[in-house]
């Protein structure tokens, strides 16, 4: 039985989430879109083609007019114009109209990249997001936040444009590589420490069976990491207030992203980042230094890096200057009154952020 959640806007349903443990119900999920007489076309990229191509191609042939292919390199350093661009001058190949659809097949870049390619070509064609990995599929599928990197700025481009459908196949999660798996760990766990201290409980509680991928655990997770997603985004579609909070840990693990050469993977970087802002709480006197040591032992149980080397702080610092949360020159830093209560903060100084970052960083860092 699928497990569901509706994502409204102003009180009315626009799409669903679907959670299934196969790729079996896809086909049932896109006939309800009535796009039998439309193209689609699959975005997906080198490391995901191979593993899931063939399959979803087959299902959506079944779906629909016809169907295309659009497979590009995988990695960071292509989620940009350029591949935007690619995408474009297929789809204008293919004929593509405002009434046909993309189809994300991927992790986060992809969805990022294919989202963004459908909120402007044609100003704006309907798309859905078939999510294949842990991070995409409770974090970077849900909410029409869709982008693409500018000269190895992260998301500088980008546009809120919501897919029609979020079908999650949770059987993927059993062949991700480890450290796929750890990194939207990060995303996961920052969700609980943001808004929910009891699922935050329930991750630790349950650690051994998530890293052992038992099939009903991580459908409890992923339910209740989409459901504290959802509600975020409903209460706040368009990042004007309370979806800021999903950002906590973002604002130096996206500095440390950028000045590693995308070379670390974004939760990686994301649970740095809640870290150092953990500790940046427990130093303004809001979380005990027992919380905060707790925050870096959960990250470390799940896989996830509590320390980066080779950084220079200065540099760390410029970069957080160039980040797209920036309001009127300062920088919007998401801190923790209490596990599970969050809140945005315009007044974080430079050696607060320098006291965070110096708690994740190695001591033989250039700082």
């Not at 859905?128 to 990995?133: L, N």
Request: aromatic share 8%.
């Amino acid at each position: 039985m699928a497990k569901r959640l509706n994502v409204c806007r102003d009180g009315q349903p626009i799409y669903e989430i679907v959670m299934e443990h196969s790729f079996a119900g896809l086909s049932r999920e896109i006939e309800k879109l009535g796009i039998q007489e439309r193209r689609i076309c699959i975005v997906t990229d080198s490391n995901v083609g191979p593993l899931y191509l063939k399959e979803v191609e087959a299902i959506l042939r079944g779906c629909c007019r016809e169907v295309s292919l659009f497979q590009f390199p995988a990695g960071e350093e292509h989620k940009n114009l350029d591949t935007v661009r690619a995408l474009y001058e297929h789809l204008i190949k293919q004929h593509f109209d405002r009434n046909d659809l993309l189809a994300a097949l991927g992790g986060g870049v992809t969805g990022d990249l294919c989202g963004f390619a459908a909120a402007t070509y044609l100003r704006g064609i309907g798309f859905i997001q078939i999510p294949t990995t842990l991070l995409s599929q409770v974090d970077s599928s849900i909410g029409g936040k869709t982008g693409v990197d500018f000269d190895s700025y992260k998301n500088m481009v980008g546009a809120f444009h919501m897919p029609r459908l979020v079908y999650t196949n949770l059987g993927i999660l059993k062949t991700l590589p480890k450290e796929q798996f750890a990194s939207g760990m990060g995303e996961v766990i920052k969700h609980g420490l943001i808004k929910n201290p009891s699922y935050y409980q329930w991750l630790k509680d349950n650690r051994e069976a998530i890293l052992a991928r038992k099939p009903e655990i991580c459908e409890t997770m992923v339910y209740e990491s989409n459901l504290i997603k959802k509600e975020v985004v409903e209460l706040d579609p368009t990042e004007k207030g309370e979806r800021a909070l999903l950002n906590f840990g973002h604002t130096l693990g996206h500095a440390v992203e950028k000045l590693k050469d995308f070379t670390m993977l974004h939760g990686h970087c994301v649970a740095l980042g809640c870290i150092a802002a953990s500790e940046i709480s427990h130093l303004r006197g809001m979380l005990t230094e027992e919380e905060t040591e707790e925050i870096r032992s959960t990250m470390e149980g799940f896989g996830l890096p509590v320390k980066v080397s080779g950084l220079i702080w200065q540099q760390v610092y410029e970069t957080t200057k160039n980040d797209k949360k920036m309001d009127l020159g300062t920088v919007k830093f998401v801190l923790l009154r209490c596990i599970g209560d969050s809140y945005v903060d315009r007044t974080v100084s430079e050696a607060e952020m320098k006291a965070g970052y110096d708690f994740i960083s190695e001591k033989e860092d250039l700082s």
